[in-house]
Nanobody, 124 residues
């Protein structure tokens, strides 16, 4: 199983980025997907998650609600994180993760597979 994130970079405060996570080696449609982030000197934290089942609402951390949107394209084996209104406190390495089943989880321990991460930097 391989998860590969892309789309990170340097963006000014108030700007936008779209992260992508391409999955291979698994039946993507059977996995719920999550995004987490880790800032320097801080623990990894939940950002957003989306169920394998389209009928279940995605979940977001309070800090990103209304600014970030998670989506997925099962035909492309890809999950996205659209980020708008970026703030300096959004600076972190962003990771995607996969967990088998339809549960939407904010707990990193529930995810079986992880990508290597992509850096997002929003200067203050």
């Amino acid at each position: 199983v391989q998860l590969v994130e892309s789309g990170g970079g340097l963006v000014q405060a108030g700007g936008s980025l779209r992260l992508s996570c391409s999955a291979s080696g698994l039946t993507f449609s059977a996995y719920s997907m999550g995004w987490f982030r880790q800032a320097p000197g801080k623990e990894r934290e939940f950002v957003a998650a989306m169920s394998s089942w389209g009928g279940r609402a995605p979940a977001y951390a309070d800090s990103v609600k209304g600014r970030f949107t998670i989506s997925r394209d099962n035909a492309k084996n890809t999950v996205y994180l659209q980020m708008i209104g970026l703030k300096p406190e959004d600076t972190a390495v962003y990771y995607c993760a996969a967990t088998l089943g339809s549960a939407v989880s904010a707990l990193s321990n529930n995810y079986e597979y992880w990508g290597q991460g992509t850096q997002v930097t929003v200067p203050s």
